[in-house]
């Protein structure tokens, strides 16, 4: 389920309250523009795809799956009905098009069902998609936020956002695991927005 407008701004009311540097980030960065990727499977997709390629790359690579598909969308049954010469002709790396191949398989099959995972608790979400070859503990994270809706879920290993709290909270070196959470710890139950505020700051 999406957050709803006034969850997104009880969260503002929340962060500008707990925390000064997240205050002057929120002024800073203004209104939450926070929109959800409804087809599930794709998302799931195009993460695999952007992993350790620049975003310019991965687009092209998206864009030539979707031409192999017909007409254009990306589905389970879609990608299913692709060979792997045929994914690696698309720009896909053999080991990304066997990742691409296994979650498909793993849809068609029942075994994940993306239909209902929005049921299942954060933590259920994450220990089912990291069944899939591919697909780790940050991107099952993405997931839950962009896709999913998830008010409270903190990316701490994400560079983005260890850049961003170096950046504003004046740290010497990027925080690692155990500084981060502490830094976030006033952010909670609204650490999925102050994370989208994190990189968003990062551009203003």
């Known amino acids: 389920m999406a957050l709803t407008a006034k969850e997104i701004e009880a969260a503002r009311r929340h ?22 990727e409804r087809n599930r499977f794709a998302m799931l997709v195009r993460s695999i795809i952007s992993q350790q390629i620049s975003t310019s790359a991965a687009r092209s690579i998206r864009q030539r799956l979707e031409e192999l598909l017909s007409p254009g969308s990306i589905t389970p049954a879609d990608i299913a009905r692709l060979k792997a010469r045929q ?24 075994e994940l069902n993306l239909r209902q995972i929005g049921r299942l608790s954060d933590e259920r979400v994450i220990e089912q ?44 070196e990027l925080p690692d695991r155990r500084q981060s959470e502490k ?22």
């Open 15 to 36: 962060l500008r309250k707990a925390d000064e540097v997240m205050r002057e980030i929120i002024h800073r960065v203004g209104p939450v523009k926070l929109r959800l």
């Open 87 to 110: 994914l690696r002709s698309a720009g896909l790396s053999g080991q990304k098009a066997s990742y691409i191949q296994d979650l498909a398989g793993k849809v068609n099959s029942g």
């Open 129 to 172: 998609l990291t069944h899939v070859r591919g697909i780790g503990h940050w991107t099952a994270q993405m997931f839950l936020m962009f896709s999913l809706g998830r008010a409270d879920v903190f990316p701490h290993g994400d560079l983005g956002i260890r850049s961003a709290i170096r950046q504003a909270y004046r740290l010497d």
């Open 183 to 204: 830094i976030a710890e006033p952010w909670h139950p609204h650490a999925t927005i102050a994370s989208w505020y994190l990189w968003r700051s990062l551009e203003s």
